[in-house]
């Protein structure tokens, strides 16, 4: 109970503290009339017309909307948890199948010949050194390419390789990880003892997987944020609404009240999977 | 165990198959009623479609359909009726128009004389960025804003508009977005949206994805289309992709790239394209910031020198050439002036003038191709002075023009309607556009409307003003064959309220 | 062997990032025997520029990654044997919140508010962003270490915090401070293609995020821009892979005989 009281009170000093800190850094970005007004900012009447650019409340007062459920308007005059939950949904079934890619690649290493773990290691590793983004020109290369075969599936051609776009880099990662975790395990002392005690190598693997999972769940939160990061570049790259966009968007706007909402989601779900790694060495019996 | 493993996977199996289904019922998927729907590209998603304060191109594009004036004036010069339906002048610098019958706003109040000048006089209000277009109209200006006296409605279904001094002008002025009649009673929405008198009116917007409007009756024009979908497309070979595929019905050429992509590699460049060309009021300019080079030590004959030093120096021809028919060679820094040289630089006592402590400046230009293209063709070293490079992200761009943080900028500048007053507010102390050019104080004196006033005025910015001229653009929109329609303001901006299907 | 090749290599890299490409030509000429690649959009010898930019790249990456590595040392080292739990718990709250939101977006604040891409800028976004990363796995690494039996006895004689940090602890912590450092150096190459994406890049910029950025832009016209780009990353890869592994496969050095 102690563990879990320390890991909540942890995790709602980190969300809070994110939010507060993100305040205090987007305070020097450039004021949003700039870009919406153009040539014309310099008119200081004009500007009155934009009441959600020029918004003046402190940070406290802000905080208090937050926890009222009141996360402000866009700059656009969209409530922010409008236009969030749009973003969510929009981006959740890409999450989820990019969830599932990354799942697999952990899944098929782990039950991967040995011989193919140190190369599959190796070029893995080489691989995470690229770019995340590097995926997502790749996807929308692919798209440009295949486009003219498909064109009464564009739609769903631009979902499926966004979705590719987005896994990938985090499959690399963790693929990189759970071979380099398997070539260790299967030199293990009790692994040696149970195949000599006649265990089949399916056995042994299906044995091994928990400890893959074990040992690669203190890695879920970057994984996520990996995902975060991919999700930015594949949807503002195609042009396509979703979290990624959205958070692209508050950026390049200078969109001070979806910025922090984006900011708070962020924290939240973040210290959700660090509660559940947490969760998951509990149950493999590991104290903090 | 094994009953569980099966129920696991039989749960992730049927997540999965709802999550397929999820999935392709992705968000941007417009209804389709394929005979008259277009799909046109928006290549930004920062919406806002309220005249008050749009300011950007794609913004516009979509206000041009929901939104409409008392007229119509199209590049050729000629006027078509919108809400007005018949007009005519009673002397010089009065007009008379008389409105269209059953005309309502897109929240269905009806549109009368009183609605019109409301929405007039709002628009020449301080608060409103299209101000300075209708300063001709006659007005006091008051503690509480503008009283607008040369507006007036003796009926219901007549507004006379009375000009200070008559100007060849007012009616380009009263159809561009200025002069768009909105609802004033009504709140503005989401989006900037404000009820208007336009064929169409916006049925959905899918945040960073897609705007959709839909036909309505009632507006100023009959809607010759069911449907207007305007889909974000941000990148241009994905954008020539959607084209090559009829997946989008055109595509303003708007960098060399897109025209490579969409003419010369063979995507789009076949019987069903076509190009079409029209002129438009947008240049490309370099800004000194005179200030800061006095600031360095520059004496003002060291600025005059290096200014046409630097206008000598700029290739225009191939800077023009490889915009690849986006633009031609612009010499003079004031564009309504279509002649003249280049002012060779004063060789008597420029020749004693040493600029060689003077520091490396910086050009800062937009984060796009084009810019990039014409920012790296420009001099990088004159008199001696080195002359760097560096791209900024719109809003920072805008930012440090503003605040006279910048050396040099690469700037592209459109006007709104065609007027000299337009490229006059750049140079003129106290107009808005000032902090983008150089207050002459001569400017205030300068009567537009006189003999030899354009000429005049271009010399006077050549002396004194901070602009060297590069390229003046050329319109290029390359269209499927299956539209029709598009239309092009005086001042050479789109119009897409008439867009139709070819028969 | 192969490691001198590689830092001959290494060495002929850092040599390139003086160079600065000058414009040689018309925008996207084709291959000649002075410019094997051809021409990029700005006219430039785009095999200069490639090379010029992998050193530079290369050149940030290591500096960046070392500063780092020294900083986040101290630092780690005050909180981990800092005999004040409270401390121990505060730098952990202070990593997990600063790590609660994803590198990407205060990349990309940090990078606005500085006014876009310039060397100030990304140095400064590169550390703070980074910093928390770097001094998760450091501060991780040392407590390791800190339960060893030889660092107990080292704290037991009172040796200097400086010689116990630079010739017990990091030679016992090369390994992960050499992934680290791998892993910095990856993301500080590219750095400036992402933030290009998002419309922050100065494109004419001579480095290899960059010039990824544009490869991606003219992938169907001109691919060779954004191969070759791939080569780059892939060449700084093998070269800091190679001395990496160099430096952490030399033995560890430590026998409770060499504390004194």
């Keep these: 109970m102690t563990i879990w009281m320390r890991e909540i009170s942890r995790f709602l000093i980190c969300a809070l503290g994110a939010h507060a800190i993100g305040y205090v850094v987007i305070q020097v970005l450039p004021n949003p009339i700039y870009a919406m007004l153009g040539m014309s900012s310099g008119v200081g009447e004009i500007s009155e017309n934009l009441p959600h650019a020029t918004q003046t409340k402190n940070y406290a007062e802000r905080l208090l909307d937050t926890f009222r459920g009141d996360l402000g308007n866009t700059l656009d005059g969209v409530p922010v948890w409008q236009d969030l939950s749009f973003a969510i949904f929009a981006s959740a079934p890409r999450l989820f199948f990019a969830v599932l890619i990354i799942a697999s690649c952990l899944v098929a290493v782990a039950y991967a010949p040995k011989r193919v773990l140190a190369p ?17 020109f790749l996807s929308l290369w692919l798209y440009v390419a295949v486009l003219p075969f498909l064109p009464t599936f564009s739609r769903q051609a631009e979902e499926i390789l966004i ?97 922090l909402s984006v900011i708070l989601m962020s924290a939240i779900v973040v210290g959700v999977l660090r509660l559940s790694a947490v969760g998951i060495r509990n149950l493999y019996g590991l104290k903090q | ?343 060779a630089p004063n060789s008597t006592s420029a020749e004693t003038l040493s600029f060689e402590e003077l520091p490396a400046l910086t050009l800062i230009t937009e984060t796009d191709d084009y810019s990039d293209a014409i920012a790296a063709q420009l001099p990088g070293e004159v008199l001696g002075v080195k002359i760097e490079r560096s791209s900024l992200d719109k809003g920072l761009y805008i930012q440090s023009i503003f605040e006279g943080k910048y050396d040099v900028a690469l700037m592209k500048v459109e006007a709104t309607h065609k007027t000299p007053l337009f490229w006059n507010a750049f140079f003129t102390p106290g107009d808005p556009y000032s902090s983008f050019g150089w207050p002459i104080s001569e400017m205030t004196s300068v009567d537009v409307l006189a003999d030899g006033a354009i000429e005049m005025t271009a010399s006077l910015v050549q002396q004194k003003g901070n602009w060297i001229g590069v390229l003046r653009d050329v319109n290029s929109i390359a269209t499927s064959d299956r539209i029709s329609g598009l239309a092009f303001t005086a001042s050479g901006q789109l119009s897409l309220e008439e867009i139709s299907l070819s028969k | 062997m192969t490691l001198r090749i590689v830092i001959l290599l290494g060495g002929v890299l850092l040599t390139c990032a003086a160079i600065t490409p000058d414009i040689i030509g018309d925008p996207w000429a084709p291959p000649t025997l002075a410019s094997p690649l051809g021409t990029d959009e700005f006219g430039r010898n785009h095999l200069i520029v490639l090379l010029s930019a992998t050193g530079r790249s290369l050149v940030l990456g290591l500096i960046i990654a070392s500063a780092l590595i020294i900083a986040n040392l101290l630092i780690s080292y005050f909180f981990v044997f800092s005999r004040q739990r409270a401390l121990s718990e505060l730098s952990a709250i202070g990593v997990q919140t600063a790590e609660s939101v994803p590198a990407m977006i205060w990349t990309l604040v940090i990078v606005s508010a500085f006014g876009g891409a310039n060397w100030i800028g990304l140095i400064v976004t590169l ?74 890049a100065n494109r004419s910029e001579v480095e290899l995020g960059t010039i990824l950025l544009r490869g991606r832009e003219n992938m169907i016209e001109h691919p060779v821009i954004f191969i070759s780009a791939i080569v780059g990353f892939f060449a700084i890869y093998l070269l800091l892979y190679q001395v990496l592994k160099a430096i952490s496969s030399s033995p560890s050095e430590h026998s409770p005989a060499s504390v004194i």
């Design chain 2, 1 to 343: 165990m094994r009953l569980k493993t099966y129920a696991a996977f039989a749960a992730v199996a049927a997540l999965g198959l709802a999550g397929v289904f999820v999935f392709t019922q992705a968000p941007n998927a417009p209804a389709e009623n394929e005979r008259s729907t277009v799909t046109l590209p928006l290549r930004t998603f920062a919406l806002n479609v309220d005249p008050a304060t749009m300011a950007d191109i794609d913004s516009r594009k979509v206000a041009t359909t929901i939104h409409s004036g008392l007229v119509a004036v199209r590049a050729d010069g000629s006027v078509h009726p919108r809400a007005a339906q018949t007009w005519s002048e009673l002397e010089p610098g009065k007009w008379q128009f008389n409105l269209k019958p059953g005309l309502t706003f897109t929240n269905g109040r009806m549109v009368d004389a009183n609605a019109v000048i409301e929405s007039l006089c709002a628009s020449m209000q301080p608060n409103h960025i299209q101000s300075w277009s209708l300063k001709s109209i006659a007005h006091n200006v008051t503690d509480d804003g503008v009283e607008c006296t040369g507006l007036s409605a003796p009926d219901s279904q007549t507004v006379i508009v009375s000009e200070s001094a008559p100007t060849p002008w007012l009616l380009d002025a009263l159809s561009a977005p200025g002069g768009w009649i909105v609802d004033t009673t009504s709140q503005v929405g989401a989006y900037g949206e404000r009820p208007g008198i336009g064929p169409y009116q916006i049925e959905r917007v899918v945040p960073d994805g897609s705007v959709q409007l839909v036909a309505r009756d009632g507006g100023a024009i009959e809607a010759r289309l069911n449907q207007i979908v305007f889909d974000f497309v941000p990148d241009e070979q994905q954008l020539s992709a959607l084209f090559a595929a009829a997946e989008i019905d055109f595509v303003e050429l708007d960098s060399p790239r897109l025209v490579r992509l969409i003419t010369e590699n063979g995507a789009g460049i076949d019987d069903d394209v076509k190009i079409i060309k029209s002129d438009i009021d947008r240049v490309h300019v370099v800004a000194f910031n005179l200030s800061h080079l006095t600031e360095l030590g520059m004496t003002p004959e060291q600025i005059r020198r290096f200014l046409s030093t630097y206008a000598g120096a700029v290739d225009r021809d191939a800077i023009a050439d490889r915009s690849l028919g986006l633009a031609e060679p612009m010499l003079t820094p004031y564009p309504p002036f279509f002649g003249g040289d280049v002012a």
């Design chain 1, 163 to 259: 979705v590719l776009g987005l896994a990938i880099p985090a499959a690399v990662f963790l693929t990189a990880q759970v071979a380099s975790i398997t070539i260790r395990n299967l030199d293990r002392p009790f692994v040696q003892n149970i195949r000599s005690l006649g265990a089949g190598e399916l056995a042994i693997r299906h044995r091994l997987l928990h400890h893959v999972v074990f040992e690669v769940s203190p890695s879920l939160e970057k994984i996520l944020v990996g995902l975060f990061t991919a999700i930015i570049f594949a949807e503002s790259l195609f042009g396509a609404s979703g979290i990624g966009s959205l958070t692209a968007r508050a950026i390049r706007r200078t969109d001070i009240d979806l910025m």
């Design chain 3, 127 to 200: 550390f703070f962003v980074l910093t928390p990363f770097a001094f998760r796995v450091i501060s991780g690494e040392l407590s390791r270490l800190k339960q060893e039996p030889y660092i107990e006895s080292l704290q037991l004689l009172r040796l200097p915090a400086s010689r116990v940090l630079l010739f017990h602890i990091v030679p016992n912590a090369k390994q992960v401070l050499s992934v680290l450092a791998l892993q910095v150096t990856g993301i500080c190459i590219g750095i400036q293609g992402a933030i290009g994406v998002f419309g922050f």
């Design chain 1, 120 to 136: 599959v290691s190796n070029v893995a590793t080489a691989l995470a050194f690229l770019p995340p983004y590097l995926a997502p």
